[in-house]
């Protein structure tokens, strides 16, 4: 494929823990030069590369990453990135999993301290999920953020929702965002760009066969009951999820409704949409792109890089967020 467009605001990028390139997309949409990427699935590597071919990846495990190899590749020396962006794998910390706080993947987050001190960038930004506020996970929640600021940085934290950013999916994800202690910048986030969700059925271009007025979305289990017309939407999803504890098996499906926005897709393919008086179905590749966020010609091939990407949209609006905060600064200095 040929190499796609993107606008220039001159400012530099290195993508940690990058995945398919969901984020790196988006923040290349408002206008950044990602001047590498790190990612240790081969898979989601060569989809990266596959998409945006100009941006040099390392393929590997992070701790593997030297000095000297990562200011090399990204040709920049400590101090002169703009921005740092990385998602440490949240299998630990996710609410779909079993949220231990020994898991190994949850030291990564040590790597993305390490390249902070490495490339010493203006800012950063890191995203994981909300489980790290809920329950045990809140001390590492607040071990992480402390981390952050003896690094040198100002640092704020916000949950924020995709689809406030037009992602037709309620997906809520926590973005660090940090500034360097000498800029005299502080920290905040992009106000939302939306009011209201972009539906599922206006994202897919479906339009609903009925006037009866559907839950939003909900879970729902083996057996599959589907839903009866002729009940309000509070009753649907009492009658969908009110089974015996015993009946419940170990993973549940999401089931997506028309009407409203997508829930959180994850890295399964477990999910099935439902159209009133239609048999649900399995949703596609295709179908699952649009829900995070992805433009069509960025090609995937497995529903797990999309599950676990960040959503493009909210990477652009904070790129495009950091880059108003850094020219702000850029006037007062003349």
């Known amino acids: ?61 992070i701790a593997s990453l030297t000095t000297t190899e990562a200011l090399s590749i990204a040709g920049l020396k400590p101090g002169e990135l703009d921005v740092l962006d990385g998602s440490p794998p949240c299998q630990g910390f996710s609410m779909a999993g079993r949220r231990t706080m020994s898991d190994n993947r949850n030291q990564l987050f040590n790597e993305y301290i390490r390249m902070i001190d490495i490339f010493q ?31 040198g940085y100002q640092v704020s934290c916000r949950l924020l929702n995709a689809w406030w950013y037009g992602v037709p999916q309620d997906r809520k994800r926590l973005i660090w965002i940090g500034v360097r202690n000498d800029l005299g910048i502080k920290p905040s986030h992009p106000e939302p760009t939306h009011r209201r969700p972009v539906s599922v059925g206006e994202a897919l271009n479906i339009k609903a066969e009925s006037e009866v007025k559907k839950a939003l979305f909900t879970t729902s289990w083996r ?10 939407a509070g009753e649907q999803l009492r009658v969908r999820v009110e089974r015996k504890q015993g009946q419940y098996p170990q993973r549940p499906e999401t089931s997506i409704f028309t009407e409203g926005p997508a829930p959180t897709l994850d890295a399964s393919a477990r999910v099935r949409i439902e159209v009133m008086n239609d048999e649900p ?16 010609w960025f ?20 790129g495009e967020h950091l880059a108003s905060l850094l020219s702000e600064k850029a006037v007062l200095l003349v």
């Open 1 to 61: 494929m040929s190499i796609m467009q993107f606008p220039s605001n001159e400012l530099t990028l290195v993508s940690l823990f990058a995945g398919c390139g969901g984020s790196s997309l988006g923040y290349k949409q408002a206008g950044y030069h990602v001047r590498l990427a790190v990612e240790w699935d081969q898979g989601a590597a060569k989809t990266y590369t596959n998409n945006m071919p100009e941006t040099p990846v390392f393929v590997g495990d």
């Open 223 to 232: 057996p599959y009951t589907k839903p009866d017309p002729t009940l309000i």
């Open 121 to 151: 960038p203006k800012m950063f930004v890191m995203e994981n999920v909300s489980g790290l506020i809920k329950g045990k996970m809140k001390l590492m929640f607040s071990e992480m953020t402390t981390a952050l600021r003896e690094a």
């Open 281 to 296: 179905r399995p949703i596609t590749i295709e179908e699952a792109k649009i829900l995070q966020g992805f433009p069509e």
């Open 299 to 318: 090609q995937i091939e497995k529903y797990k890089y999309i599950g676990n990407s960040v959503a493009p949209p909210m990477a652009k609006a904070v």
